[in-house]
């Protein structure tokens, strides 16, 4: 069976990094899109970055933009996320994500978009 599982959560101050790591298995993972969301307590889950199948094309919401650096390695089934100048509204349950790229160019940003998921990871940053 599919599963991703992320790693590298933790807690740091503000300003400070992290890098999360989603390791996929039970999958052709360079067949996949892959995301990252977020969600904190009492909030919906929200997109953070994601990335096609090559590594080619990435999104960002606007609240990580120039922050975050999603990318991904496909020899190693596995997708990164580098989190530089965190900031206390960071904190949150981090979660991977993968959608079979059906259309190999799109970036997918929607939490519907998504069929499989990892159990998350916590991160917090203090002030």
């Known amino acids: 069976q599919v599963q991703l599982v992320e790693s590298g959560g933790g807690l740091v101050q503000a300003g400070g990094s992290l890098r999360l790591s989603c390791g996929a298995s039970?999958?052709?993972?360079?067949?996949?899109?892959m995301g990252w969301f977020r969600q904190a307590p009492g909030k919906e889950r929200d997109f953070v970055a994601s990335?096609?199948?090559?590594?080619?094309?990435?999104a960002y919401a606007d609240s990580v933009k120039g922050r975050f650096t999603i990318s991904r390695d496909n020899a190693k089934n596995t997708v990164y996320l580098q989190m530089n100048s965190l900031k206390p509204e960071d904190t949150a349950v981090f979660y991977c994500?993968?959608?079979?790229?059906?259309?190999?160019?799109?970036?997918?940003?929607?939490?519907?978009?998504?069929?499989?998921w990892g159990q998350g990871t916590q991160v917090n940053v203090s002030s």
């Open positions: 039970g999958l052709s993972f360079s067949n996949y899109g």
């Open positions: 994500a993968a959608k079979y790229a059906y259309l190999r160019n799109n970036v997918y940003t929607a939490v519907s978009d998504f069929t499989y």
């Open positions: 990335i096609t199948w090559s590594g080619g094309s990435t």
